[in-house]
């Protein structure tokens, strides 16, 4: 699951959230994601960084037509369903009670011709990851997944576990508070990471990060 805090100093800004239906274009399409605050709260809305992070893949920063891509944390799933759209075979993940949610939203905006390219799949980080290849997937997407930091430990170990020596990790976030630098340096000691874009208006930095010692970049 995403893991986002309340913001109530937002506001207003919240009330996007409350929404039943989030529209965005990417990719030359119109995409409607389903919101559910009520029911799931935080993994089920749009968060900025999901929206950052796809307007970053749209951009065309990494390759991604025929890359095998993950999205973690995906709540909504928009991240990887922008991926899967602009040519990756994605495999969309997140906690096992946000999993037909997640579907029902990546079955409804994906064309019957990219469907098969894509699975959704259950995910709770430093758990049965045997269940993933190690280094199965060219990149790795993760939008808003650094908060609580109880979760840091087992996020650094699926990161390692999925990567492999040429994969890229993306990850948009917000620094909000002391532990989300902790994060970035925690992760810095197995990555390289550096800082490729900001989007000022939404406060959102992405991150990329890639295992130490590699020898071709994405």
């Known amino acids: 699951m995403a893991l986002v805090p309340y913001d109530e100093s937002a506001g207003i800004g919240l009330q996007k959230f409350h929404k039943p239906l989030a529209t965005f274009s990417f990719a030359s399409h119109t995409i409607q994601i389903r919101q559910d605050w009520r029911q799931l709260g935080v993994a089920a809305v749009v968060w900025d960084a999901a929206i950052v992070l796809s307007a970053y893949l749209e951009m065309g920063a990494v390759e991604l037509r025929g890359r095998s891509a ?98 890229v990790i993306l990850l948009a976030c917000r620094i909000r508070y002391e532990r989300d630098k902790n994060f970035l340096t925690m992760l810095e000691r197995q990555f390289t990471l550096s800082k490729v874009h900001y989007d000022p208006e939404k406060d959102v930095h992405i991150y990329k990060a890639q295992k130490r010692n590699q020898q071709k970049d994405l």
């Open 70 to 167: 993950v999205e973690l944390g995906a709540g909504t799933g928009l991240v990887g369903i922008v991926a899967a759209l602009l040519g990756a075979h994605v495999t969309i993940t997140d906690r096992q009670v946000a999993l037909e949610f997640l579907k029902s939203n990546v079955e409804a905006n994906l064309p019957p011709h990219i469907k098969p390219k894509v699975v959704v799949k259950e995910l709770t980080w430093g758990q049965n990851l045997e269940r993933f290849s190690p280094g199965e997937f060219d990149l790795i997407l993760g939008a808003d997944v650094i908060y609580l930091e109880d979760t840091f430990t087992d996020l650094l170990q699926t990161l390692g576990h999925l990567c492999s020596n040429r994969s």
